[in-house]
Nanobody, 124 residues
């Protein structure tokens, strides 16, 4: 199982970035993919999650209306489209395999494989 994130970088406040999470080594439709982030000195938090088979999506309140999580099942890839970025979105972003459904998607223990992370920095 492998998850590889890409697309991070430096962007100004109000800008956009799209992160990619390329998955391999398992049946893509069998698992949800979650996005998490960890800012310096803070705990890792759930940002969003998608169930590629059913299309259900979940978002943290802090990103609702600004982030979306589309997927391309043919490419075994999940994206995190981030718009209207704020300095407080600065963090290392990780994708992970697992799920947890509507109530537990944001819990780290629901995920078993993680990518290496990609840095997102939003300047004010």
């Amino acid at each position: 199982v492998q998850l590889v994130e890409s697309g991070g970088g430096l962007v100004q406040s109000g800008g956009s970035l799209r992160l990619s999470c390329a998955a391999s080594g398992f049946t893509f439709d069998d698992y949800a993919i979650g996005w998490f982030r960890q800012a310096p000195g803070k705990e890792r938090e759930g940002v969003s999650c998608i169930d590629p088979s059913g299309g259900s999506t979940y978002y943290a309140d802090s990103v609702k209306g600004r982030f979306t999580v589309p997927s391309n099942n043919a490419k075994n890839t999940v994206y995190l489209q981030m718009n209207s970025l704020k300095p407080e979105d600065t963090a290392v972003y990780y994708c992970a395999r697992g799920g947890g459904g509507e109530y537990f998607w944001g819990s780290e223990w629901e995920y078993d494989y993680w990518g290496q992370g990609t840095q997102v920095t939003v300047s004010s």
